[in-house]
Each structure stands twice: as structure tokens, then as C-alpha cells.
């Protein structure tokens, strides 16, 4: 199946699962989004799609994500972002809160998903200004919980929710009839 659009978009892939929850989420989080750049960056800058490469910012991922928006615009081309496994390290870092002291989990899980300058609404936030400013032409995320989406990806509030269309059902995942077949096995156990 070909369309019009077809080899047009610069393919920019983040996977958040090698995110670690281990020492400092930000400082990992930062550095995978800076190393997914950079490849995107020498890709296509060999490739001749983009006129420069991109200057990556080691102290924060968002400067950086904000520099490949303008040589990506500058050069008269548009992303597809692909995101896979958007809250994988949210879920890891939720599993290895540190309950000793109270409300320190609480603290953990606003800085990193639900604060108002928590990691991933901001990160949320920078994306977004890349849709808005045709930067971004599409997207597709894979593994954002609703809690993860509700909570720290609120500002992609133009994002349409899939997960329940019954023509896509089985594209990633599981069909309704391999989970109901599923269920209906647990009683054999």
C-alpha cells in the first residue's frame, strides 16, 4: 500500500524501555532522548535531508529535542515520531519508589510524571509545540498507561486514543478474542 506521503517523513524513533529506573531517571531519561537524536541527526544529515546536524545539549534533552524541531524545519522537511514504550521507565520507577519516608514516592512521582515541571509534561509540552508548529506531521506512541497519559502527557490533549479501535486491535497486540480465549482458560489451571 503506497499513499502520496510515502518516504516524505524524517523518522524520528524514541523507546523509552532502556530507560532506566536505576540512580537518576532524568539524567537516563536525557540521555536516551540526546542518543535517539544524534543517530536521527547523523542518518539523515548523510543522507543529505538535513542541512546540518544537530547540536545536542548533554545538560537537557528538551533544548536539544527544540534545536532538531528548527534544522528539521529548515530544511523543508517534517517528522514522523514514533514513540515506543512511552511509560515503561514510569512503571519501573513506580515499582522501585522508595516507601521508607512518607509521602517520598508521592515526591518521586510528581518529579518524574505529574508535577507542574515534572520530566514527562515537559517532555509532553515540547512535543506538542512541535505538532503545533508542523514540525511534527504524525505520530504513533505504543505503551502510555492512562494514568501515565492523564497525568504527565495531559498537554497532548490532541492525541487520538486507539487502543480500543477494533480495526487496529490486533496491529501490536493481543485481539479481544485471544484475551477472552485467555480468560476462559484460567478455570483449567
Known sequence: LTTEEMGSYLVLRLSFSGVSADGDVKVNFRKNINTAVKMFSKKYYKAKMLDELIEIDDDNELNTLQRLF?????????IYLIVDECDAFVNRLLLSIDTRKPDLGLEQYELAVSGKESMLRNWGNVIKEG??????????????????????LSSLNMVKDLT??????????????????????????
Do not use: N, W, Y
Open 164 to 189: 480500543f479501535d477494533s480495526d487496529l486491535e490486533g496491529l501490536f497486540g493481543l485481539t479481544a478474542a485471544d484475551v477472552s480465549r485467555g480468560l476462559s482458560m484460567i478455570d483449567m489451571l
Open 131 to 152: 505538532t503545533v508548529g508542523g514540525t511534527i506531521a504524525r505520530a504513533f506512541f505504543t505503551g502510555v498507561a492512562p494514568q501515565a497519559f492523564s497525568d504527565g
Open 70 to 78: 528548527g534544522v528539521v524545519k529548515l530544511s523543508g522537511r517534517q
